[in-house]
């Protein structure tokens, strides 16, 4: 059952998104805030590459019925409370990640710099502890234009956070965003996704911004994969070197204690719910047969580890500490 339109809940969810109001207004104080990953970045290395994670921070959301657009929230809470996790809220953290191949450096996803809500904004910290400047960014890659993902390109007061990146973004992606009438067509709730992915990349001088088709290398030894669904045009990647690889999932799922173990469930963010649904099959059946390393923007603290089958639907093994 879909209890909400293919176009009006994720992009109502994006738009809420670009300016915060839906996670500032979604975190009462009575459940108190999220705890921050503490340092907030982890490392591991893929043959002769070095990838990293870097929490931008966590938004505490109060589960309601709205958020598994699919399933009643009694089996939702089950499902969580099944795993030890609280059945009142969902902790959602936001982690873009970094590629470093020598002295060459990609960004894969930006968080919110300073436009988002409480608790976000910390990569810039983050990058630092793990010795990292903005303007060490040569490459940003973008894998959707949801506000959690680009709205960290620009700060506040529009200057770029990574003054020397090249931005690399998925043409269907940028095509469907940067479409002056479907921003027309939008109602007024579903335009700030619209308006979001202008004030980003709407003033990007042209020499900046790189297209790829999903499929495509976006750099030596980085290949993107389509992952339409959750957005029109979002792309996940894969880092190959040396036998071993990293697959980034972008939102492939949102928080996989709920998505990947039911991965037949929406998350209200999810704009084609079919198509999505049938994407994060797709992708996770092939990292659990590769039995690669994997990791999210949206999975729990380190955010890297490995997908297992499990049940009808798949299990992230977050990797041990250390
Ligand atoms: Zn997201």
């Known amino acids: 059952m879909q209890r909400r339109g293919f176009l009006a809940a994720g992009m109502a969810g994006a738009g809420a998104m670009a300016f915060g109001s839906v996670w ?43 958020f598994v657009t699919n399933a009643p929230l009694d089996q939702v809470k089950a499902l969580l409370a099944s795993q030890a996790l609280p059945t009142d809220y969902v902790d959602i953290p936001y982690t873009p990640f970094l590629v470093v191949d020598g002295g060459t450096r990609y960004l894969i996803d930006t968080g919110f710099a300073d436009n988002g809500p409480a608790g976000t904004g910390r990569l810039r910290t983050h990058l630092a502890a793990a010795g990292f400047k903005p303007e060490d960014i040569q490459h940003v890659i973008i894998s959707h234009y949801h506000g959690d993902h ?27 965003w940067m479409d002056d009438a479907r921003m027309e067509a939008a109602p007024p709730a579903a ?48 880092v190959r070197s040396q036998g071993q690889s990293f697959t980034y999932v972008a939102d492939v799922t949102n928080v996989p204690s709920l998505f990947a173990r039911n991965p037949d469930w929406s998350v209200t963010f999810d704009m084609n719910a079919d198509q999505a649904r049938q994407t994060r ?33 798949f299990a992230f093994k977050p990797l041990a500490e250390g």
Do not use: W, Y
């Open 281 to 313: 099959r797709r992708i996770f059946d092939m990292l659990a047969k590769e039995k690669s390393l994997a990791g999210g923007f949206h999975f729990p603290f380190p955010a890297f580890g490995t997908i297992e089958a499990a049940g009808n639907g």
């Open 191 to 238: 335009r700030g996704g619209f308006m979001a992915a202008r004030r980003v990349f709407g003033s990007l001088p042209r020499e900046r911004l790189v297209p790829f088709e999903p499929g495509a290398e976006v750099a030596p030894g980085i290949r993107s994969v389509a992952a339409f669904g959750h957005t029109p045009g979002m792309s996940a990647f894969t």
């Open 24 to 66: 500032s207004q979604a975190s009462p104080p009575n459940f108190g805030m999220a705890t921050p990953a503490n340092p907030g970045f982890r490392s591991v290395k893929v043959g002769s590459l070095e990838v990293f994670a870097l929490q931008d921070g966590i938004s505490r959301r109060p589960l309601g019925e709205e």
């Open 150 to 176: 680009i709205n960290g390109l620009r700060l506040r007061d529009g200057s770029l956070a990574f003054p020397n990146a090249k931005v690399h973004v998925s043409a269907p992606e940028h095509a469907f």
